[in-house]
């Protein structure tokens, strides 16, 4: 599985909209989506920073390492 984003889960802790975290972070929704869902390549340190200081969580909280599952 890989690398999993949970902004989903801190804006529903949070009570926030993708609409709200977009203008307090200044990114787009379509980038603020593609991050969402996964589909990101990479992420700015700045961007990570401004996610995290709107959600008052940490990076952690946004980025998860779950090991695949292989059955050979």
Same mark, same amino acid.
């Given at each position: 599985?890989?690398?999993?984003?949970?902004?989903?889960?801190? !804006?529903?802790?949070? $009570?926030?909209?993708?609409?709200?975290? &977009?203008?307090?972070? #200044? =990114?787009?929704? *379509?980038?603020?989506?593609? !991050?969402?869902?996964? $589909?990101?390549?990479?992420?700015?340190? &700045?961007?990570?920073? #401004? =996610?995290?200081? *709107?959600?008052?969580?940490?990076?952690?909280?946004?980025?998860?390492?779950?090991?695949?599952?292989?059955?050979?």
């Amino acid at each position: 599985m890989g690398i999993v984003i949970n902004i989903d889960v801190m !804006l529903a802790k949070r $009570k926030m909209s993708v609409t709200e975290l &977009s203008e307090r972070v #200044g =990114i787009t929704m *379509a980038n603020l989506s593609i !991050l969402k869902n996964g $589909k990101a390549k990479a992420i700015r340190f &700045s961007t990570l920073e #401004g =996610i995290c200081k *709107a959600l008052d969580c940490q990076p952690g909280d946004i980025i998860e390492y779950v090991e695949d599952d292989e059955e050979n």
